[in-house]
């Protein structure tokens, strides 16, 4: 009895498995990106990332489907900023508590774990069909921005709410309006945090295939789209043909494309660590 | 002498508890009224209600009246207005996380503002009125928050000087200051009362003393007794007042 209560055994023993529990976290992310970067890594070239597919995707880049992307993020970010930033900002600061903001909230709540195939079927009912915009780019952004707004505007309420309540009863005290207040006194504090969130839920959005499968994403579309009512080739979904809708592609050509998706949504968390990180030395609060 | 602020049967409730009884009382031009008292006695809602501050504190409710240069807080002034008119400075330092220049900047620009120079001007003068002009002038540009507390809060006192008020409400300004920097805190509410009328609500008796024209002491919501500081501390009327200034209730 004794030693089984030791505690330095004790100690020994939750430190083996916590340890354990985090390798068991960690390690599928290593192999899973070592793999990719092992296997893709060769077909990188230059080439590859600039040159439109040929002999039907089996050779030549992936420029259409990266660039298809890039324009789906850009139209993300311009329809779900906005949106989401005014509306987080009305319900932190003006709307009143009560039922129908609970409701509002829990709503919100739930939007955020609504699986993405739903969202991509109500694209394709309401953007695609019912506007007429047709399997377009605006289609496909309004699909993924409409997805991305819950987590961009629970983010943003959150760095609202984080902003102390000195800075607004300065400003009140000032004789500052409530809109002025808001404006110079609450938004840029809260700014880096509504980025963060923001650039998180875009790399998630940037590499979602369910929503933009029936509102935008072209099969195979060797040309670059001219407006934004075009169809456009997207990474995942491209990543996606590829893999199981293209017999004898070359499985060095998937697990390239696949790097090129996961370095991107790399790249976009690292701007957003940067941008928190830079923003967390410079607060003083 | 002129009525500046008269406050009539203001009574104030959170949640229907009361924090203010029927207090009646008539501020004038250019004095500084010392409102001294215990904790909870309503001196901080009182001071709250001049500048409708109290807009923010949840199930706040008031009756009675009060009004600045003869409008009602309540009913006449458009309230930015009011703040405006009615600067306060709080207890414990609030710079803004910008710039020292910004944040004297800020009430100005609110206030449609937009030229550099006039700016200037206003931060200078601002920052000269409340001694603080021969410390910052060469750190206008960095953050506020590196300057000391006793420094931040005269930043918070220019700050107020440059919404250009008239009345300015101060709420236990020294309470986190050490002696000299409330030496020079007094030292620039002395001088500011030539131009605006001061209201300081403090916990610290002899700071009413020595700064106040008049004090008045509020106990349980209140007002006990309102007089020159003279009186109130050598000739008190009531004898809560009495026990209170000679430190019997601690």
Redesign the interface.
């Known amino acids: 009895m004794n030693q089984l209560m030791n505690p330095r055994r004790t100690e020994k023993i939750v430190f083996f498995f916590l340890l354990l529990s985090t390798l068991v976290v960690v390690l599928p992310v290593i192999l899973v990106v070592g793999i990719i970067v092992v296997r893709g890594s060769s077909v990188l070239s230059w080439e590859f990332l600039t040159a439109l597919p040929r002999m039907g995707m089996k050779a030549g880049g992936i420029f259409p489907a990266i660039f298809g992307t890039f324009c789906l993020v850009v139209g993300t970010v311009v329809f779900a900023l906005p949106v989401g930033i005014f509306s987080a900002i009305y319900l932190s600061e003006y709307s009143k508590r009560g039922r129908l903001t609970r409701l509002i909230e829990l709503a919100i709540v739930n939007l955020a774990g609504v699986p993405s195939v739903v969202y991509g079927l109500f694209g394709l009912g309401f953007f695609v069909v019912f506007l007429n915009f047709g399997a377009s780019i605006l289609a496909g952004s309004l699909t993924l921005a409409v997805m991305s707004l819950p987590v961009i505007i629970t983010a943003s309420r959150e760095a609202l709410q984080a902003v102390p309540k000195?800075?607004?009863?300065?400003?009140?005290?000032?004789?500052?309006?409530k809109w002025?207040t808001i404006r110079?006194?609450v938004l840029p504090?809260a700014l880096p945090g509504i980025l963060t969130g923001t650039i998180l839920s875009l790399s998630r959005a940037a590499g979602e295939t369910a929503p933009i499968l029936f509102t935008v994403a072209a099969f195979y579309l060797p040309k670059l789209p001219k407006s934004v009512f075009d169809q456009a080739m997207a990474l995942p979904y491209h990543l996606y043909v590829l893999s199981t809708q293209v017999p004898n592609v070359k499985l060095e050509l998937q697990y390239g494309t696949a790097l090129v998706l996961v370095a991107l949504a790399v790249l976009m968390n690292i701007v957003g660590i940067v941008i928190r990180s830079y923003f967390r030395t410079?607060?003083?609060? | 002498m002129v009525e500046k602020i008269q406050v009539q049967d203001l009574s104030a409730y959170y949640d229907g508890a009361l924090a203010l009884k029927k207090v009646n009382l008539t501020i004038y031009d250019h004095e500084i009224l010392g409102i001294i008292g215990p904790a909870n006695s309503g001196k901080t809602t009182f001071l709250r209600t001049l500048?409708r501050?109290n807009d923010?504190s949840p199930g706040f409710s008031y009756e009675g009246s009060v009004r600045i240069d003869g409008k009602d807080v309540y009913r006449d002034w458009e309230v930015?207005?009011?703040?405006?008119?009615v600067?306060?400075v709080?207890a414990?330092p609030?710079p803004?996380?910008i710039t020292v220049f910004e944040n004297l900047a800020?009430?100005p620009?609110?206030?449609g503002i937009r030229s550099r120079k006039r700016l200037s001007e206003i931060v200078e003068r601002s920052l000269k009125a409340a001694f603080l002009w021969d410390e910052v002038k060469d750190r206008l540009h960095e953050?506020a928050?590196k300057l000391s507390g006793g420094q931040q809060q005269r930043l918070?006192i220019a700050?107020?000087l440059a919404?250009e008020p008239e009345v300015i409400l101060f709420d236990e300004p020294c309470s986190g200051l050490d002696p000299i920097s409330t030496a020079k805190i007094e030292e620039a509410m002395r001088e500011l009362n030539k131009q605006y009328t001061l209201v300081l609500v403090t916990n610290n008796t002899k700071q009413a003393a020595r700064v106040s024209d008049r004090v008045a002491f509020f106990l349980m919501g209140e007002l006990v007794e309102i007089d020159e500081t003279e009186k109130v501390f050598t000739i008190p009327k009531d004898e809560r007042t009495e026990g209170y200034v000679s430190g019997r209730y601690g």
């Open positions: 000195s800075f607004r009863e300065v400003s009140y005290s000032l004789g500052a309006t002025q110079h006194a504090h410079k607060k003083q609060w | 500048n501050m923010f930015p207005q009011l703040r405006k008119s600067g306060m709080f414990i609030t803004l996380p800020y009430g620009r609110r206030h953050s928050m918070c700050r107020t919404a």
